[in-house]
């Protein structure tokens, strides 16, 4: 397996509701990501899971939570989005923990949020 | 703070044409730097990665070389194809601070490319 899969594909949700995104990848990385990508825009990293800590959090909103329960799977917990959090999620891995200057990262397909 | 810049913003050409798109970085003291293509909604696609001390990188059509010292990578597509069609993006992983250890990626606006039949 070579190659990082993301659910659902899209998502659509109230303000008041809350759901997760579920990222996974079997190719043995030990660093995870999540980015949001907003329209026209360039994938902006909101948090990194190294050996599945927690390694960076850009200052991401509390109503974004993540969680790293195992090697291959990364959860992005959703709970009162705003409707600008719209967006398309995209989960990367890396062969390498973050430190490792040499790393190549590889997306998953994203997951394309509403929040209505 | 890494920045990186892509021009042009958009490059519209004929089938069967050789070319460039550019990417330039303001700090030098990157790890490596890594070209993507994303189709519209999609994710992203690791095309090259060429390591700070490599010069360039080939597969297939695409040719991606490296500057560092003057902070500047081009992306050489040969034989453009409409399959081609596609957003290209360039991103160097540089030191996240000082302070840390950890590394990151700083993406640049990207190159969205259009090829015609």
């Known amino acids: 397996d070579t190659e990082v899969t993301q659910t659902p594909k899209h998502l659509v949700m109230g303000m008041t509701n809350k759901k997760s995104l579920k990222c996974e990848q079997h190719?043995?990385?030990?660093?995870m990501y999540w980015y949001k990508q907003k329209a026209k825009k360039p994938p902006e990293l909101m948090f990194v899971y190294s050996y599945e800590k927690l390694s960076i959090n850009e200052s991401v909103p509390s109503r974004f939570s993540p969680e790293c329960p195992n090697s291959s799977l990364l959860n992005l917990h959703l709970h009162a989005l705003q409707p600008e959090d719209s967006a398309l999620y995209l989960c990367?891995?890396?062969?390498?923990?973050?430190?490792?200057?040499?790393?190549?990262?590889?997306f998953g397909p994203g997951t394309r949020l509403t929040v209505l | 703070k890494q920045e990186v810049t892509q021009i042009p913003a958009a490059l519209s050409v004929p089938e069967g044409e050789n070319l460039v798109l550019n990417c330039s970085f303001t700090d030098s003291a990157i790890y490596n730097l890594q070209w993507f293509r994303q189709d519209p909604g999609k994710g992203l696609t690791s095309l090259l990665l060429i390591q700070s001390s490599q010069r360039e990188q080939t597969s297939g059509r695409l040719n991606a070389s490296l500057d560092k010292s003057s902070g500047r990578s081009t992306l050489y597509i040969a034989a453009s194809q409409p399959g081609d069609s596609a957003t290209y993006l360039c991103a160097v992983r540089s030191q996240v601070t000082k302070e840390t250890s950890g590394s990151r990626l700083t993406f640049g606006e990207g190159t969205q490319l259009t090829v015609n039949p």
């Open positions: 990367a891995s890396s062969p390498r923990t973050v430190l490792a200057r040499g790393n190549e990262q590889f």
């Open positions: 190719m043995g990385h030990r660093a």
